[in-house]
Every structure is written in structure tokens, then in C-alpha cells.
């Protein structure tokens, strides 16, 4: 069987290990801000400026890093990505000054990119038929959020007996090692010869005077505001706004004794329950339109984000909303991904997505940034809460109107 109709191959393996190291070390970066925060006196605002420059210097890198693959090859990025990114993570833990650490954070935004999901879905895209593609960048997705399980309770245990700084280099030395993979990730061209024939500039000058591409570019802006903001909030929201760990309670008896344990498991348990969500959104993305499958994901966290601040927070509540969003939470990176190779074909699969990516943490660093001024400002996160939950429902509507028909460019391979 050729290599391109299995769903399982080794370059989607290699695939997953990169996606999830990339987010075992991002998704844990909340657990740091009080330690930082503390040992230093800084403001909840400088650790978390660090953090939103962070995640736009990803949405900066990412297309630059997807036309570098498209131009010299997938795996030179990545190596490319790998360095930048655990130079990034040395250089943070030397940082004794906000300004250090916020100047650091962009190498460390753009190695984020350069292992990625802009190079790496485009890899696997061109590796995957079309009746599995959705599944294989589902497949993908939740090996994120397999990291996103791993990192934060990693990083919490490292904090238990080493410094931050040490924990930096443990995880740099991690970045690395995914060099080591590179080998086994060799990608075919499953394209069809008008696609190969196409320069990048045709195919970009197309998609940007497309209506679709700029509602599908829109709304991906709410997706980076919320998860941003509650990947490097939402850890410290629940150690300091949850009602207390009840002794003798379920959670006491499994070793959560404390709320800021709880915050890190949060974390995990977005993760966790995303990697169900985001496979059954790649299996749905061959069945339905995915601009419906999009307007109900994010209809569905809008919801469950009004519902989460109106009510009472508790440690139950952590947890139930934990699961909800993480049902929801990258469901909507195989379905955008997805429906940008669907419209424009593959040749430069991973620029056109990785430029609507640059919307997602554009959003990104406005949920993690406004999330610390509004913290420091007001002593809580409601109101940055409540525009997640605005745009949310922004999200939901604007993806109605795109036109989800297959372009000439994208003709079937």
C-alpha cells in the first residue's frame, strides 16, 4: 500500500513526538508565573507581557518558518525551529529583569514555530490521502494535547526540587532531542500538477482576495485569545479565586491538597480531554461542513465560558469546566487547516494556514496580555473573561458565510 493512503506512517510518529514536546514545554509555561513573579517582585503584567510576545512571535514565525520549509525543506526548519527555540528556553532562565525575559521570549515564540503546527500539518497533510487527512491532522492536533497533559504536572514536579531556571534547561534539552527524529520524517508531494505548477505568489494573491480566507482569518482570532489567556492564567485563577480543597474530599484523597495543584491539573485535564475532542472533530471534518463543525466548537466554549464566571467557582466547577473546554479546545486546528488545504490545495498549504495563524496569536497575546494589565488593574480577570466570551460568539457567527466549495487550486490529487 502506498504511503500515502495509511493513516499510520512513521512521518505521522515523528509528527506527534514534535507536536507534542512543542506543547509539553508552551502549555506549562503558566505554571510558572507565580514562582517567577515572586522570586523577582515583578507584576503580574511582566511575566505575562513575556508570555503574550511569546505567542506573537509565534503567529509572526509561523508562516515565515512554513515558507522556509516550503522553499528548503521541512526537516531544515525544523532543526532551524529546535535551536531557536531551546536557545530561547536557556537564555529565559538567565533572565533576572522583566525586559530580559521579554526580549527572550520571542526566540522562543519563534522556535515554537518552527516545530509547530504550520510545518508540521503541512507535512502530514501532503502524506495523507484525502479520505484520511482529516483524521491524520486530528491525530496530530491531540498528540498537542497529549504534550498539554504532560507539561504542566512536569513542570510542577520539577518546581518540587529544582529551580525555574534548571527546569528551563531540563526543557530546552527536550527541544533538542526532537533533531534526533527528523530522519524518519520524509514527506511525499501528493500534489496534482496544476498545484506544483502554482507560485506561491498566484496561490497567496488568490486566497487573500478571497472573502472565505479573511472570514476563516477572522475567526481564528478568538480561538488564540482564549487559549492563550487561559493557558497562562487560568492556573493562577483557580490557585487564588477557587473555594478551598475540602479535606477527605475525592480530590484530597488523590493528592490534589491544594488549589494551585489544582490549576496545574486543570491544565492537563484540558489537554487530556482534548485529545477525545479533537479526534472526533477530524473524523466529523470528513462527514460535515467544517465551517459548521467551527460555528458549533465555538459555540460551545462561549457558552461554557459564561456559564463557568456566572456561577459559583469551585473546585468542581475547575473540573467540569476543564473537560467541557478541553473537549473544544484544538478541535478547531484540524477543521481550519483542514478547510484552508480543502479550499487552496496543498503546494503552500502550511503559509496560507500559517498567515491565518498569525490571527490566532494576535488573539493570543491580547488574552494573555489584558488578562495581567486587567489583573493588576481591577485584582481579577472577569472582565478579560467576559471578552473571551464576546468574541467567542463572534467566532461562531462569522464562519457561517464562507463559501466551503473547492477551488481550481485544490483540484483532487
Same mark, same amino acid.
Given at each position: ?23 509539553? +514545554? ?24 513575556? @508570555? ?19 522553499? +528548503?525543506?521541512?526537516?531544515?526548519? =525544523? ?48 502524506? /495523507? ?9 486530528? %491525530? ?13 504536572? *512536569? ?13 528551563? *534547561?531540563?526543557?530546552?534539552?527536550? +527541544? ?53 489567556? =487561559? ?13 478551598? %480543597? ?23 485535564? @484540558? ?25 458549533? +466548537? ?10 463557568? =464566571? ?45 498567515? =491565518? ?29 467576559? %471578552? ?6 463572534? /467566532? ?18
Amino acid at each position: 500500500m502506498p504511503q500515502s493512503v495509511r493513516l499510520l506512517n512513521p512521518i505521522l510518529i515523528v509528527a506527534c513526538i514534535i507536536i507534542t514536546v512543542n506543547f509539553a +514545554v508552551r502549555g506549562s509555561f503558566g505554571v510558572f508565573q507565580i514562582p517567577i513573579a515572586e522570586e523577582f517582585g515583578w507584576l503580574r503584567t511582566d511575566f505575562s507581557m513575556a @508570555i503574550a510576545i511569546q505567542n506573537l512571535a509565534w503567529g509572526i514565525g509561523q508562516p515565515i518558518f512554513a515558507a522556509i520549509a516550503e522553499k +528548503v525543506g521541512d526537516r531544515r526548519a =525544523i532543526v532551524l525551529g529546535a535551536l531557536v527555540y531551546a536557545a530561547g528556553m536557556v537564555l529565559s532562565a538567565w533572565s533576572v529583569t522583566p525586559f530580559e525575559h521579554q526580549m527572550y521570549a520571542w526566540l522562543v515564540g519563534f522556535g515554537i514555530a518552527g516545530t509547530g503546527f504550520g510545518v508540521v500539518l503541512a507535512v502530514v497533510g501532503r502524506a /495523507s490521502s484525502d479520505e484520511n487527512r482529516s483524521m491524520s491532522l486530528a %491525530i496530530v492536533t491531540a498528540a498537542g494535547s497529549f504534550g498539554q497533559v504532560l507539561g504542566a504536572p *512536569i513542570a510542577e514536579w520539577l518546581l518540587t526540587f529544582l529551580p525555574w531556571q534548571q527546569v528551563f *534547561i531540563v526543557f530546552a534539552i527536550a +527541544v533538542l532531542a526532537l533533531v534526533l527524529t527528523l530522519p524518519f520524517m520524509r514527506a511525499p508531494q501528493p500534489m496534482s500538477k496544476v498545484e506544483q505548477e502554482e507560485s506561491m505568489a498566484r496561490i497567496l494573491g488568490k486566497a487573500l482576495r478571497d472573502p472565505s480566507y479573511a472570514l476563516i482569518f477572522l475567526g481564528f482570532f478568538s480561538c488564540g485569545y482564549q487559549l492563550g489567556f =487561559i493557558t497562562a492564567h487560568f492556573p493562577a485563577f483557580v490557585t487564588e479565586m477557587c473555594g478551598p %480543597i475540602q479535606p477527605g474530599g475525592v480530590l484530597h484523597s488523590i493528592g490534589i491538597t491544594s488549589t494551585s495543584a489544582l490549576g496545574a491539573v486543570s491544565i492537563s485535564l @484540558i489537554g487530556l480531554a482534548n485529545i477525545g475532542g479533537t479526534l472526533l472533530a477530524g473524523w466529523a471534518g470528513n462527514r460535515f461542513p467544517k465551517k459548521y463543525l467551527l460555528a458549533a +466548537v465555538y459555540t460551545g466554549r462561549t457558552i461554557a465560558a459564561a456559564l463557568f =464566571i456566572v456561577f459559583p467557582i469551585t473546585p468542581l466547577s475547575v473540573i467540569a469546566f476543564s473537560l467541557v473546554m478541553g473537549s473544544l479546545w484544538l478541535a478547531t486546528v484540524p477543521l481550519t487547516s483542514g478547510l484552508v488545504a480543502h479550499l487552496y490545495g496543498l503546494r503552500y498549504m502550511g503559509t496560507l494556514y500559517g498567515i =491565518i495563524f498569525f490571527s490566532h496569536q494576535v488573539g493570543s497575546f491580547l488574552g494573555v496580555w489584558l488578562g495581567g494589565r486587567m489583573y493588576d488593574q481591577y485584582g481579577d480577570y472577569t472582565t478579560v473573561w467576559w %471578552i473571551g466570551v464576546a468574541i467567542g460568539a463572534f /467566532s461562531a457567527i462569522i464562519h457561517l458565510p464562507i463559501r466551503e466549495n473547492r477551488r481550481a487550486t485544490a483540484a483532487a490529487v
